[in-house]
């Protein structure tokens, strides 16, 4: 089953409202976990990297004010897109490291947002 | 600076037939991490394999293998005898050590695999 559950998968939004995507690591506890984006037909991205109990830290590129980064357990991280705009519609995707020297990593299902 | 390359974009084969996916890295690294993602039209990534720079041994895994050159910086993938299940986009990406920085990952541009019954 999966070990990383990520909601909504899909969301369909007004431009200018805010939305936020859930990430939650089901069966482990997860100190890092990491956002991604990816448009249609191209890779991912990264986005930030998300710390527990810390701020995130935002690739180069990534407006921190635009895209909200909270981790506040070590099993949910969330990101919240706000003021959202056409030109942020994409498919974003966390990921969670586990903490105990495990280097397998696992990805969320993805969420599509579409802002019209 | 860390990059990965997948110089195809776009293969279609027949099933059965074997392919071949190019991935090509830098890193100034010494220990590092290769991945193996397959994503299929609904979109999750699912986790195919993972390759510490330190072990070069080729790995096979039922239809699966994978050659690791550290001469040539590859990290090529082969899909032995094509089944259209098989048709995905597939990612090479690339990791820094240590694990706490592993999820940091460097993707290529995917190759999307087209196999046609």
């Known amino acids: 089953g999966a070990v990383v559950s990520q909601h909504p998968s899909r969301v369909i939004c007004k431009s200018g409202t805010s939305v936020k995507i859930e990430c939650r690591s089901l069966?482990?506890?997860?100190?890092?976990m990491f956002w991604y984006r990816q448009f249609p037909k191209q890779s991912l991205m990264l986005m930030a990297t998300s710390n527990e109990g810390s701020k995130a830290t935002y690739e180069q590129g990534v407006e921190k004010d635009k895209f909200l980064i909270n981790h506040a357990s070590l099993t949910l991280s969330t990101l919240t897109v706000t003021s959202a705009h056409p030109e942020d519609s994409s498919f974003y995707i966390c990921s969670a490291a586990s903490g105990q020297g495990n280097e397998k990593l696992f990805f969320g299902s993805g969420t599509q947002l579409s802002v019209l | 600076a860390q990059k990965v390359t997948q110089a195809q974009t776009e293969i279609s084969v027949v099933e059965k037939e074997d392919v071949t996916l190019d991935c090509v890295y830098e890193?100034?690294?010494?220990?590092?991490?290769l991945f193996w993602y397959k994503q299929p039209p609904s979109g999750e990534l699912v986790f195919l394999i993972r390759?510490?720079?330190?072990?070069?041994q080729n790995e096979i895994s039922g239809r699966y293998s994978w050659n690791f050159q550290k001469s040539t910086s590859s990290f090529n993938f082969t899909i032995t005898a094509s089944q259209v299940v098989d048709s995905a986009v597939y990612f090479c990406a690339l990791s820094a050590y240590p694990y706490n920085q592993g999820g940091k990952l460097i993707f290529g541009q995917g190759t999307e695999l087209s196999v046609k019954p």
């Open positions: 069966d482990f506890q997860a100190t890092t």
């Open positions: 390759r510490n720079s330190f072990d070069e």
């Open positions: 890193t100034r690294d010494t220990t590092y991490y």
